[in-house]
């Protein structure tokens, strides 16, 4: 399950919800709730760097932080990108969308390749963050 900003927090209480969801993906997520110990779903946090309506730090970094439950998580920070990151063509977002969903939904895995050890965060990279478990 896959959503974007007050949709990328309603994923998160699907996933929550239903425990026979397989992975969640929050894109820019926003949600009153910050933790998320029940999910059981693998899931990938994607925030935006300079994201003004749902901060990495008040949203996605403590959602990452409280998927405890969690099949496995990450977190991945769009260098430079805002809130609506989401709305527009990006391949980074993609890229490792897809890859999260063909690896725990579709047990693919010849996709962990693109999760672990995950993207480059130098300088100049799209992406500025990335953590693993």
Known sequence: MVGHSMGGGGTLEAAKARPSLE????????????????????????????????????????????????????YLELRGASHFAPNTSNTTIAKYTLSWLKRYVDDDTRYEQFISPGPSTSIGSAVSDYRLR
Request: charged fraction near 10%.
């Open 23 to 74: 992975a969640a993906v929050p894109l820019t997520g926003w949600n009153l709730d910050k933790t998320w110990p029940e999910v059981q779903a693998a899931t990938l946090v994607i925030g935006a760097q300079n994201d003004t309506v749902a901060p990495v730090g008040s949203h996605s970094l403590p959602f990452y932080s409280s998927l405890t439950g969690a099949e496995r998580s990450a």
